[in-house]
T-cell receptor, first 109, second 119 residues
Framework: TQLLEQSPQFLSIQEGENLTVYCNSSSVFSSLQWYRQEPGEGPVLLVTVVTGGEVKKLKRLTFQFGDARKDSSLHITAAQPGDTGLYLCAGSPYNQFYFGTGTSLTVIP | KAGVTQTPRYLIKTRGQQVTLSCSPISGHRSVSWYQQTPGQGLQFLFEYFSETQRNKGNFPGRFSGRQFSNSRSEMNVSTLELGDSALYLC??????????????????FGNGTRLTVT
């Protein structure tokens, strides 16, 4: 069992649709991060959420940290082909950095 | 500012051989961590070095080892390669390392990885 479970694992949608990716854990995190990884590249940090209940917006991306700091969600509005990639949540409840299981998003033009 | 550089980008080895991968962090970053990425297991933490000392280690066998030099460059070594070691190996650098990884001031910066294929 992974420390951070993401759902869905795969997502294929049409350009312009909305979507939500979930990141869940039974552990409490002081903060969670979201990364996007494109083929052939390393993950790139999108956002860090720190406070329970916090909502952060990055253009069409909205990130939320659960009140209990055990889960987070990423909502994309009006998805574009450039949003295609692997989305990873990550956090460090102990002295290691754990990544989620990942959500592979494909946005079809 | 140059990013994290990993060499080589691709590597093909046969079972039983050993391999050394290199990572040059962003200038000024003292922490380098290594990750293995496979389709089945996702991104898994291997180990972290900070100022030439291994600070944390993940659940990988002793065949996986690493070191960090005084200029913060890091190498990771895998001995007696197995087919299951085929993966993308990523390194990441940060200012302060694992104790502050979730800090706004010390995010992880990843290289583009080394794709290792073991035949």
């Amino acid at each position: 069992t992974q420390l951070l479970e993401q759902s869905p694992q795969f997502l294929s949608i049409q350009e312009g649709e909305n979507l939500t990716v979930y990141c869940n854990s039974s552990s409490v995190f002081s903060s969670l991060q979201w990364y996007r990884q494109e083929p052939g590249e390393g993950p790139v940090l999108l956002v860090t959420v720190v406070t329970g209940g916090e909502v952060k917006k990055l253009k069409r991306l909205t990130f939320q940290f659960g009140d209990a700091r055990k889960d987070s969600s990423l909502h994309i509005t009006a998805a574009q082909p450039g949003d295609t990639g692997l989305y990873l949540c990550a956090g460090s409840p102990y002295n290691q950095f754990y990544f989620g299981t990942g959500t592979s998003l494909t946005v079809i033009p | 500012k140059a990013g994290v550089t990993q060499t080589p980008r691709y590597l093909i080895k046969t079972r039983g051989q050993q391999v050394t991968l290199s990572c040059s962090p962003i200038s000024g970053h003292r922490s380098v961590s290594w990750y293995q990425q496979t389709p089945g297991q996702g991104l898994q933490f291997l180990f972290e070095y900070f100022s030439e000392t291994q600070r944390n280690k993940g659940n990988f066998p002793g065949r996986f080892s690493g070191r960090q030099f005084s200029n913060s460059r890091s190498e990771m070594n895998v001995s007696t390669l197995e087919l299951g070691d085929s993966a993308l190996y990523l390194c990441a650098s940060s200012l302060e390392g694992s104790a502050y990884l979730s800090s706004y001031n010390s995010p992880l910066h990843f290289g583009n990885g080394t794709r290792l294929t073991v035949t």
